[in-house]
């Protein structure tokens, strides 16, 4: 072509636990034997979703007004009900207009950065998850910047080494936390979070923190919220989705929970700009949103989850050549 059209940060967009598996077809082709594991799907590992959940995307199915689109944030009613469950943690408030739902949380990532200004960073942690490090390189052009994740203190941030790059890089405009963890399967308590949100306090940035397996955790103190620890200067937003908690990796359906977003007008304008471009693609999937209010009410799903997490640490317990770190899960 006269014109090349390759973005200059596609040679970013490396996921090699996907990547693989069309080396392992390959292979299987040859005669080889191959052991599949997954990219984190709870169904094709043989979960069965449970009958009541089933019952109740079932029933929504049979209402026509699943089948139609939604609001562009994401359906009014689940939108007010996650506020509500938001401020019941008695920290950050939000209303139903501080929540942005998406087709996942990959496309959710694909729009924060896609989105973002080139010379805007996002400093996300090492070891690095692929969706998020490959999209926040392949908006920049250049390699993910990250900071340390130390084994020899259960996979905590190295806070030192965090305020050392943002403070000597000036064109770190956020930090990035996955809490839970992933991959290490660390948990960051109340006085850890605390300390990063005075740090982009400090800086002026604002925090991104992915909540994907807040709720698939066997940690002591449970799930820890970002609403938690922001408090009310720090622009934010958490990463939310039912992928792993319902389980329904396949529903596609995953939120922003956005803090603090009138304390700054370049921040308030960044999440008008994210909104702007889901107008473009109208909204979310409907059903799996219509879903979430009656399966987080159900009073089965505490349950459900309390017997889930229980699973996975006995589990990761009796797997050999795995050593689990039952307090910190």
Known sequence: MRRNIVHSGADALIY???????????????GLQITYENIGDPILKGESIPDWMKEIVSNL???????????????EPTRKFLAEKVNERRGAQITADDLLFFNGLGDAVAKIFGFMRREARVLGPSPAYSTISSAEAAHSGYEHLTYNLLPEHNWMPDLEDMENKVKYNDSIAGILL????????????????KKIVAICEKYDLM????????????????????????????????????????????????WLEIFNKEKDPVFSRYVKSL???????????????????????????????????????????????????????
């Open 16 to 30: 090699e636990i996907r990547q693989i598996v069309a080396v392992a077809k390959k292979l299987e082709a040859l």
């Open 61 to 75: 199915i049979l209402k026509d007004k699943s089948w139609a689109y939604t609001a562009t944030q994401g359906y």
């Open 178 to 193: 996955i809490n839970p963890d992933n991959p290490t399967g660390a948990v960051y308590d109340k006085s850890l979070m």
């Open 207 to 254: 925090l991104i923190c992915d909540e994907t397996y807040a709720h698939v955790n066997y940690s002591d103190h449970g799930p820890l919220h970002l609403s938690e620890v922001i408090g009310d200067k720090v622009p934010g937003m958490a990463l939310r989705s039912i992928s792993k908690e319902f389980p329904w990796p396949g529903g596609r359906c995953g």
């Open 275 to 329: 909104l702007d471009a889901k107008m473009l693609e109208v909204c979310s999937t409907t059903l799996p949103q219509m879903a979430i209010p009656e399966v987080y009410s159900h009073p089965n799903f505490i349950p459900h989850l309390k017997r889930r997490n229980e699973k996975f640490k006995k589990t990761r317990t009796r797997s050999n050549g795995i050593f689990c770190r039952i307090k910190r899960g």
